[in-house]
């Protein structure tokens, strides 16, 4: 299934029905009189996060999403119908922008969370509505409201626990292919991966979820390369792991070159744990590997781990730590989406809109 993580549809929610003028006249009644219903609704354009998805490919061949509009009002007093929600299904990640691309509409993370994005038109009240002690028989019945439409954008931000950053051709593909049953395309040359990869990482009775995002480059966080286009699924992991290409020339200037890129960029990635290491050591000598080892140290003033994801090389002490530093991220989270009440009670933050605007 090929990987979109970009859509523009258009959405309208329905018109409301329109309302009925019928007068009551029936053999051997003595009296009639206006007896025409109200107009049904329109239905409404909610969005909705489902399981199973993690992609925005089914937009690709439908782009126009109409509710249903409000069944009319009908003689004896009977009101139309409510037109039918048309529910628009998004993976976990999706953020719903207006077409401008940069007011946030929505911002769907939590699987079951609703949104209802446009409201139906409210429906036109028929004759009966009218009827009062000074208008006995009223020949007025109203059309229903219209109902609202727009563009909006789609993007999806991958929610991953642990996203793979590097530059290009630092072995990220190779890695992921290593720990998890992810087969994304592996060669030796730059921007083999042009879209990012899931891979689902198991050990004992744990599990994580990994992302391999395309190689960044230096001005990335201005369009450069893949561009900001990919540095948003960063966004929404709990850590990161910054592959270095441990053959490179200077592995300090390719560490600073990507980390720059994730400082300029924003989106609080600046806050995530880093997690650093050096790749391709097995095609190197154990003085090359401590002296780049040293190198990156003293650039990030972080620990620097030795691995080879072709080889295996260090790769299982590496997971235990983005282990740790996942779970450390979930409790993290988990307190941020926990509110405490005065008397010491919990109550999540999240509540679903299932309301109408």
């Not at 719903?96 to 009240?125: H, N």
């Not at 600073?256 to 190197?284: M, S």
Request: net charge negative; charged share 25%.
């Amino acid at each position: 299934m090929k990987f979109l993580d970009e859509a523009k549809v258009f959405v309208k929610s329905g018109d409301g029905g329109a309302g009925c003028m019928s007068m009551r006249r029936e053999a051997f009644v003595e009296f009639g009189g206006p007896d025409g219903g109200n107009g049904g609704r329109g239905g409404a354009i909610v969005i909705e996060c489902v399981d199973g998805l993690n992609t925005l490919i089914d937009f690709r061949y439908r782009q126009h999403f109409k509710a249903e509009r409000g069944h009319h009002g009908m003689g004896k007093d009977r009101s139309g119908a409510k037109g039918e929600d048309l529910i628009v299904k998004v993976p976990a990640g999706t953020q719903i922008l207006a077409d401008d691309k940069e007011t946030l509409l929505a911002d769907m993370t939590e699987v079951g969370q609703r949104k209802v994005l446009l409201a139906g038109g409210d429906g036109g009240f028929g004759n009966a509505h009218f009827k009062s002690s000074t208008n006995r028989a009223p020949r007025r019945a109203d059309p229903g409201h219209p109902g609202s439409e727009m563009w909006i954008w789609l993007r999806l931000k991958l929610i991953a626990d642990i996203g793979l950053v590097g530059l290009p051709n630092a072995g990220k593909s190779t890695f992921i292919a290593a720990v998890s049953r992810a087969r994304p395309k592996i060669a030796d040359y730059p921007f083999t991966t042009l879209h990012p990869n899931l891979g689902v990482v198991r050990s004992k009775d744990r599990e994580m979820v990994m992302a391999d995002v395309p190689g960044l480059i230096q001005g990335a966080h201005e369009g450069a390369g893949l561009g900001t286009r990919f540095l948003g699924h960063v966004e929404r992991c709990g850590a990161i792991l910054h592959l270095v290409d441990g053959t490179a020339d200077d592995v300090a200037a390719n560490y600073r070159i990507v980390r720059n890129e994730l400082d300029l960029y924003g989106g609080a990635l600046t806050d995530k744990q880093e997690i650093i290491a050096l790749n391709k050591c097995d095609a190197l000598i154990e003085e090359i590997i401590d002296e780049n080892v040293k190198a990156l140290e003293d650039e990030s003033g972080k620990k620097v781990y030795a691995i080879s994801g072709a080889a295996g090389m260090g790769v299982d002490a590496l997971m235990e730590i983005l282990f740790t530093a996942v779970i450390e991220a979930r409790e993290k989270e988990k307190q941020l989406a926990t509110h405490y009440l005065p008397d010491g009670s919990e109550q999540q933050m999240y509540e679903e809109d299932n309301g109408h605007d």
